[in-house]
């Protein structure tokens, strides 16, 4: 079982930047998909983006393509998303999760088994 811990979230202004990283232990890091999701107060958790195990392959949501990356370093067992230009919709708290052996619902959370407690990101217009 992997443990998940996100960190770096924050308030920040309208086109500013943040980097979030999300630690894996207690698991093969390697054998994770990496995702990365959103919630916003009254909405449902949301996509953001995800991560293939080797980290050839990328995944985002459309809301956030040309301004958000995401990366993975397997020695370091994180994954993180760097997010660029950011908008007062971008406003949520941000969570962290992890397939076993990647999913098909690479964009839903039922396909992903383990998540992180969260960092807030508060974008100020």
């Known amino acids: 079982q992997v443990q998940l811990v996100e960190s770096g979230g924050g308030l920040v202004q309208t086109g500013g930047s943040l980097r979030l990283s999300c630690a894996a232990s207690?698991?093969?890091?390697?054998?994770?998909?990496m995702g990365w999701f959103r919630q916003a107060p009254g909405n449902q958790r949301e996509f953001v983006a995800a991560?293939?195990?080797?980290?050839?392959?990328?995944y985002y949501a459309d809301s956030v393509k040309g301004r958000f990356s995401i990366s993975r370093d397997n020695a370091k067992n994180t994954v993180y998303l760097q997010m660029n230009s950011l908008k007062p919709e971008d406003t949520a708290v941000y969570y962290c999760?992890?397939?076993?052996?990647?999913?098909?619902?690479?964009?839903?959370?039922?396909?992903?088994?383990?998540w992180g407690q969260g960092t807030q990101v508060a974008v100020s217009s």
């Open positions: 991560i293939s195990r080797s980290g050839r392959a990328t």
């Open positions: 207690g698991g093969t890091f390697s054998v994770y998909q």
């Open positions: 999760a992890a397939a076993y052996r990647g999913t098909s619902q690479v964009m839903g959370p039922l396909g992903y088994d383990y």
